[in-house]
T-cell receptor
């Protein structure tokens, strides 16, 4: 299956600043890259996704960039707010192989 | 739609007992996935179904685990006999199909085997 590496494992950001989470994958055939947010006691929730024919996608304060040549993609959260605190997972391939997660903490 | 519905939310059982986890996917979704989440191993895909047919069960840890999907609106994951190392949160997720669509996850079942 796909090997997905995610960094960092933990990230603390001052409220209002930006947060960036990066993932790399191994299978060049992968063409679908979703990001999930998991809050305490809940299941992961899809927040944004990108397909391999697109380099960047934005939805309000969240954006994802994809570099297929380098096989990496990133999640960018701007103007962070306390409710952004959660664990974020990236995934690659059609049947999502998940990264190990990033625990994001927004410091008020 | 009420989303993906899992039951029970919590299950505490003694080692050796049979455990059955249940899932109702979103109506119209053709793919259903069972994941296990632990601190050590993260999110692991156990098995997935497409149009009620098991497609890939390579993630099922051993013969003690079995999963069924008798119809489009119901699936079960069974552990028999259960062991303490099976303690984890088990998630069910559904998707339009298994080709490049995001998943909708249920709230999970927290299983504790003592």
């Amino acid at each position: 299956g796909e090997n997905v590496e995610q960094h960092p494992s933990t990230l603390s950001v001052q409220e209002g600043d930006s947060a960036v989470i990066k993932c790399t994958y191994s299978d060049s055939a992968s063409n679908y890259f979703p990001w999930y947010k998991q809050e305490l006691g809940k299941g992961p929730q899809l927040i944004i996704d990108i397909r391999s024919n697109v380099g960047e996608k934005k939805d309000q304060r969240i954006a994802v960039t994809l570099n297929k040549t380098a096989k990496h993609f990133s999640l960018h959260i701007t103007e962070t707010q306390p409710e952004d605190s959660a664990v974020y997972f990236c995934a690659a391939s059609e049947r999502s192989d998940f990264g190990t997660g990033t625990r994001l903490t927004i410091i008020p | 739609d009420a989303g993906v519905i899992q039951s029970p939310r919590h299950e505490v059982t003694e080692m050796g007992q049979e455990v059955t986890l249940r899932c109702k996917p979103i109506s119209g979704h053709n793919s259903l996935f069972w994941y296990r989440q632990t601190m050590m191993r993260g999110l692991e895909l156990l098995i997935y179904f497409n149009n009620n047919v098991p497609i890939d069960d390579s993630g099922m840890p051993e013969d003690r685990f079995s999963a069924k999907m008798p119809n489009a609106s119901f699936s079960t994951l069974k552990i028999q006999p259960s062991e303490p190392r099976d303690s984890a949160v088990y998630f069910c997720a559904s998707s339009l199909n298994d080709r490049g669509y995001g998943y909708t996850f249920g709230s999970g079942t927290r299983l504790t085997v003592v």
